[in-house]
């Protein structure tokens, strides 16, 4: 703001014209009162008919309509401005300060959707103490469902992941929600659980026993249920296979692949491996050796197990120590289709001739796929390629020709191009 000088003032007395006198000092009161006065937006705007200036030097007056003055004192008071014997100093043009109405209310009751603005309850004559509890009180009140609307009900969770917190950190963190809200009842779950107290201390568990976020994220999609679990029980599960010997990298890997391993306890597990162990008569080491090979063997059941198991021995004519060895050199045996078995078995024994000693060196091509097996096996003995006898040459095992592409199996064992062994499939 600036300030009048003495030789300023001195002129104004000077200046013989009154209209000049007046014209003057409107342009002085125009340069010394700032162009831009904040007025809070939420105050009513008070038109005056009088306004008066703190220390009474000048009083602006509301103009009338002009006539021909009588006097001079009368000229005074209609022009609008009357100039005193003191002189005039900074704070005489200082704009006259807004009255802030007091405030009793926190804030409004929103009625009918409408709800007060937040600049209407702060205004620059507050301290910042003042202003930050006005602010608190004004959250404390806001009703966030006049705000946002009530979402219907919906067949997935894509509706709520915008409006939920919880959801919205399991996508950040590569959950796929499409699969978990197929599982009965885990819909329900997320939605009502708070990510900080119920989620948060299940992956830095996690985290802390070795596992990177794309494998958490994979466990929560396959086994979203692990959240109810307590953290302790989660421990004591992963905790067992290591105190058996398995290798911590092992664990972790296995967990991610066959998320479903962690849904059963630690007594269940050991239930499960006991009843292979006590089947085939298999050591402890042979049991590590079974479950690194083919870890979905927890989870398979133990039914069909024993149904494998009755028809290497009982229909098929293996030994129990024969069995053992196929196991041991194959244990997808354990886990596969009985149906397949005896698929398997029936063509290699009827069709190709292959007695039990022979089939017993390849258990793997009694888990392989009866297809493949039936196609190349067909097609190596029309050309006469097909030497199972490993003490005569061109001995061909079985277990490597199903193994590899078909441009693979072509090149090693065909002696042809992939045309002609196109032709010949489709000719069967």
Not at 57 to 86: E, F, H, Q
Not at 209 to 217: E, K, R
Not at 230 to 249: D, H, K, S, T, V
Not at 279 to 292: A, D, E, N, P, Y
């Amino acid at each position: 703001m600036k300030t009048l000088s003495l030789h300023q003032f001195r002129r104004v007395r000077l200046l013989s014209s009154w209209a000049a006198h007046q014209e003057y000092l409107k342009s002085l009161i125009r340069d010394t009162v700032p162009k831009q006065i904040h007025r809070p937006s939420a105050l009513p705007s008070v038109i005056n008919h009088s306004q008066k200036l703190p220390d009474a030097s000048l009083t602006t007056v509301t103009w009338s309509k002009r006539r021909k003055p009588k006097s001079r004192v009368a000229d005074n008071a209609r022009s609008g401005y009357l100039l005193l014997k003191n002189p005039v100093t900074q704070s005489a043009l200082t704009p006259r300060s807004f009255t802030t109405p007091s405030y009793t209310s926190p804030i409004v009751s929103i009625t009918e959707g409408e709800i007060l603005p937040l600049k209407a309850i702060l205004n620059p004559k507050q301290t910042l103490v003042e202003s930050i509890e006005r602010m608190n009180d004004w959250f404390k009140d806001l009703d966030l469902n006049v705000i946002c609307p009530e979402i219907k009900s919906s067949g997935n969770l894509a509706a709520y992941v915008p409006r939920s917190y919880t959801l919205t950190q399991l996508v950040k963190l590569g959950v796929d929600l499409s699969k978990i809200e197929s599982v009965p009842g885990v819909a329900n779950m997320l939605v009502k659980m708070d990510f900080h107290s119920s989620i948060e201390p299940v992956l830095w568990k996690l985290s802390d026993l070795g596992f990177s976020l794309n494998q958490i994220a994979r466990v929560l999609t396959v086994f979203p249920k692990i959240l109810q679990v307590p953290l302790g029980e989660i421990e004591r599960r992963i905790f067992y296979f290591l105190e058996r010997g398995f290798n911590q990298a092992f664990v972790v890997d296995m967990l991610h692949r066959y998320p479903l391993v962690l849904q059963l306890t630690s007594i269940e597990v050991d239930r499960q491996l006991g009843e292979v162990q006590t089947l085939f008569h298999l050591t402890v080491q042979q049991v590590r050796t079974v479950v690194t090979s083919v870890p979905n063997v927890i989870l398979h059941p133990i039914s069909k197990i024993k149904d494998n198991y009755v028809i290497l021995t009982k229909m098929i004519g293996f030994s129990p120590e024969s069995s053992k060895e196929m196991v041991l050199v194959s244990s997808k045996l354990l886990i596969t289709d009985r149906e397949r078995l005896l698929k398997n078995f029936a063509f290699m024994h009827s069709q190709l001739d292959l007695s039990l000693q022979s089939i017993q060196m390849w258990p793997s091509v009694l888990s392989a796929a009866p297809q493949i097996l039936e196609q190349r096996a067909t097609f190596l003995v029309r050309r006469g390629l097909f030497q199972p006898d490993p003490m005569k040459p061109l001995y061909t095992p079985l277990s490597t020709v199903l193994e590899g592409t078909d441009e693979a199996f072509c090149r090693n064992f065909g002696r042809t191009d992939e045309v002609d062994y196109n032709t010949f499939i489709r000719s069967l």
